[in-house]
């Protein structure tokens, strides 16, 4: 009997661990995504009464000088900046949701592709209300139409990258695969952002803002994907 209120009261020590743990994580990751949110809404504020565009220009100035005396290099960033075009992250999302509904969690499946939809619609929304011009094609490698604030290639890539890498992060055991998968994930909507930058189709700013949104909105909806799913489990 002894032997068994034991094992019971170290089952309910465990569970209330776990649970004081995923409440900790749910807590961190929530406060991140309302720092990144309060980043996206300074850079917001900053280019909507045109304080940005000094900083702004000289960065782009920049950029077309590098390609200028570096003619390989802008070669080199429109196929980085493939990597976060409309196509490319489309087929990653639906492998990625193809993959969580018929073999994981149908949950996650859709969550993960309500974040990408919601994403890209506030992305509209968010150029449409600040209805900033794109630098002169002057600067620019090629012209590319439509608003520039922000970065839909920014904030997509972060959106469709750390949602994809935390997914693929939760199936491993090891802290240090996770750490690296993650670490893959932004890197890669890092490189994005910058060959926007570089290829003079986005001032700096915008892509700040759309790495600070896209980030802010992946991890609001991982967290609710982790709430709803630890939810059902003890349920």
Known sequence: MDRFHHSHNAAASSQLTRRRSTTFNSVLFILIALVLGVVFAYFGSEVAEGDSQAFDLLVVQYAKELRTNHLWLAEVLRDLSGVGSTVVLTLLTLGCVGYQA????????ALVATSVITGTLLVSLFKALFGRARPDPSYAEFVVS???????????????????????A???????EKIYILAAAGFMSTLVGLSRVGLGVHWAT????????GGAWAILWLVIAHWLLDRAKRQ
């Open 102 to 109: 018929f073999f994981r969690s149908r949950v996650t499946a």
């Open 170 to 176: 939760n199936t491993r055991g090891q802290l240090g």
């Open 206 to 213: 915008d892509v700040i803002a759309g790495w600070s949104f």
């Open 146 to 168: 439509g608003m520039s604030f922000p970065s839909g290639h920014s904030t997509m890539s972060a959106l469709v990258f750390l949602t994809i890498g935390v997914v693929i």
